[in-house]
Every structure is written in C-alpha cells, then in structure tokens.
C-alpha cells in the first residue's frame, strides 16, 4: 500500500491558474465523446490540475469492481477525481472509487482509473464509456492492463481464481454498440479496427511466467461481455458456454476495442467473484455484494500480481 503522506489529491484549493477557462468549466459541462477536439480539451484540463509531467504516463490500468488495491499501491501519487475532469463520465457502482491517479509503479509512469464507466450507467453510449481510453493513449500510454470481475462458466474456475483473457466475444459490439460508432475523425485512428490480436501474447506470456514463478494458480480463457445490469439467466449461460465463453462480465471489450484503435498492447484479467448458473432448475441468487466480497478477499493478491507484472514489463 503506498503511503499517503506521500500522495497529493487535487481539490479546487489545490488547483493552480483557478481563473482559467478550462478549471472554471463544470464537471458536468457538455462533450461530444465523437468530436477529437473535444477529447483534447479534456486531455488539457487533466494537464494543467496535475502539471505535464506528472500527467505524461506509458502504462494505464483500468481497475474493475473491488480491485481499488492496485492503485492504492501507486508510489509517489497524485490523485484527480472524477469529479474534477470537465465532461467526464462519472461511476456510480459502488467499489469504484472514481479517481484519476497519477505516479509510479515498478518503475514505470502510471494513470490508474479507479472506477470504470459500464455502457448500462450511460445508456448504452459506447463512445463516452471508452473516453478515458482514448485519454490516457493523449497521456502518452502504450500498454494498458484491464481488469474485471466475472462470473466463472468453465467448470475448472472457482470463486477468487484469476483468469487470463485469451479473446473476447463483445455482444454488445456485434449488436451494433460498438464504440468506434460515429468516431468518424480519422485522428481517432482505423475507422475498421482489427482486434484479432486484442490481447498481447508477450503480454499473457510474461503474467503466466510471474505466476508461475509466484506458485499462482492461473487460468487462461475467453471473456463474454452483456449489456447489463441484469444478471444472466441459466439459459443464456448455456448458450455462451456453447459458443466457447469460459467467464463473463459487463465490461472490458468496448475499452480493449478502443485501445486497439488506439495501439495499445493489452493485457486483460477475470477475478472470479461468483460461479455462473447453467441449471434453470435451480435458484442461485447472485449479488452485487457477492461480488465486492470475494474481490476484497482477493483484491490484494491480484494487486501483488499486477504489481510483479509491472516490474518485469519492459514498454
């Protein structure tokens, strides 16, 4: 855990330059997540509160529901909410802090997003939920680490396993909620994105060889992301099983996809936080709180992982 003492959180007492038009803007303030120009006014906001260099990062890591730890673990941390970012998204799950944080990890420079936008909190707008994405490649990034918490549909996972995201079924892509929708801009990059390669093999290759290392028992899968919020039904676990999905989740795919636009190597992992239903035949109840409570049981184990993963990454 880093200390504190240490970490500098940026309040509008802290902000320098207050009379300028880009701190004076609202939170709230209206922003086309479609329109470039108005990416790069966030991307400047961001600088100005934290300064150029403490904003300029390689490495980004988006932490998922309960996996606040890894970025509590940044060193020498300067912390921006959410609510300090003219027209960002906000998170309203709980287990997502909803901070911007800025410092050194393994020797790397980081932004870690504690707290991600899930496309069912903002109607279903693809293009705002990937918004930090396309930020922190602004921010310099070129490797991104994501996680999630899923639900288990391969019978080898167990509550608090870690699973290494092999490939991706994005249902709410195929349905036609991509995000690259409407970001016409060619400075966005390739209007028809590949994302055969969504996940790096060097990058899997080296989280095997830590865990290993580690004695970590460590599975390696395909991740189904659905819409949400509801919770899946027996059947449709079913038919994911079928088409080859080994966990599932409602998040991640819209922001790997985005960072393959964008031309960031991903690495991406499951914590498994529940065991998915495949028998309508009986009732398991499954809850948010569920959830939270094996990611808190493991979140520090995962942290450790990350952390070591890090520290051997060269970017």
């Known amino acids: 855990m880093h200390n504190f003492a240490h970490s500098r959180l940026i309040t509008p007492s802290t902000m320098e330059n207050n009379n300028s038009p880009t701190q004076a803007a609202e939170h709230d303030q209206k922003i086309d997540p479609r329109n470039f120009d108005d990416m790069l006014a966030i991307v400047a906001s961001i600088k100005e509160q934290v300064g ?94 994501v996680s999630n918490a899923a639900g288990g549909i391969n019978t080898v996972l167990r509550h608090g396993d870690l699973m290494l995201i092999k490939d991706h079924i994005f249902l709410p892509g195929l349905a036609g909620f991509s995000p690259l ?24 290759q080296l989280a095997i060889d830590v865990g290993r290392r580690n004695n970590m028992t460590l599975y390696e899968g395909v991740y189904v992301m659905s819409g949400g919020p509801q919770y899946e039904s027996p059947a449709e676990v079913s038919l994911f099983k079928t088409v080859g999905a080994d966990a599932l989740g409602m998040s991640t795919c819209h922001e790997v996809t985005v960072a393959r636009q964008c031309g960031i190597k991903v690495l991406g992992f499951s914590l498994i936080t529940n065991i998915a239903n495949l028998d309508a035949d009986q009732s398991v109840e499954v809850s948010h709180e569920e959830v939270l409570d094996i990611a808190k049981q493991a979140g520090e184990r995962a942290s450790r992982f990350v952390s070591d993963i890090i520290q051997e990454l060269t970017i």
């Open 181 to 204: 929708v409407g970001c016409n801009d060619p400075r966005f990059g390739a209007r028809f994105v590949s994302v055969h390669d969504a996940y790096d093999k060097q990058l899997r």
């Open 52 to 145: 150029e260099e403490t904003a300029r990062a390689e490495l980004g890591i988006i932490c998922g529901s309960g996996l606040g730890p890894i970025g509590d673990t940044v060193q020498n941390a300067t912390i921006l909410p959410y609510s300090k970012i003219p027209g960002f998204p906000t998170t309203h799950v709980v287990g997502h802090k909803g901070n911007m944080v800025f410092g050194q990890l393994g020797g790397k420079k980081v932004v870690c997003l504690q707290g991600r936008f899930h496309p069912y909190e903002h109607s279903m707008d693809l293009a705002l939920c990937t918004l930090p994405v396309r930020v922190m490649h602004q921010l310099g990034v070129k490797v991104m680490i």
